[in-house]
């Protein structure tokens, strides 16, 4: 059973800094492609940041990019998302999500987490 679980969520103040983490089980990690997505309230789900297998290539929106980075340690089964120069905007529940062998970073991947929050104040 594949497992996707989450952390390092939180409250941070405008200009701040998180990491998150998600650690997965019951799949072969290397061979999934993984993504960060985020839903705040009222709003629609919405891509953040994706890598490859094998971390080959990472994507990420015009909106993050340049403060969100995404990274990957295989031996341990984990993905990354470290946030930089965190705005009120950011507020969301924050999803990792996986797909075998996928370069495409939707909804439509196969396995997600349950999220964290991330609280920005301004």
């Known amino acids: 059973q594949v497992q996707l679980v989450e952390s390092g969520g939180g409250l941070v103040q405008a200009g701040g800094s998180l990491r998150l983490s998600c650690a997965a089980s019951?799949?072969?990690?290397?061979?999934?492609?993984l993504g960060w997505f985020r839903q705040a309230p009222g709003k629609e789900r919405e891509f953040v940041a994706g890598?490859?297998?094998?971390?080959?290539?990472?994507y990420s929106p015009d909106s993050v990019k340049g403060r969100f980075t995404i990274s990957r340690d295989d031996a341990k089964n984990t993905v990354y998302l470290q946030m930089n120069t965190l705005k009120p905007e950011d507020t969301a529940v924050y999803y990792c999500?996986?797909?075998?062998?996928?370069?495409?970073?939707?909804?439509?991947?196969?396995?997600w987490g349950k999220g964290t929050l991330v609280t920005v104040s301004s």
């Open positions: 999500a996986a797909d075998y062998r996928n370069t495409a970073f939707n909804a439509g991947m196969a396995y």
């Open positions: 019951g799949l072969t990690f290397s061979m999934y492609s």
């Open positions: 890598i490859t297998w094998r971390g080959g290539s990472t």
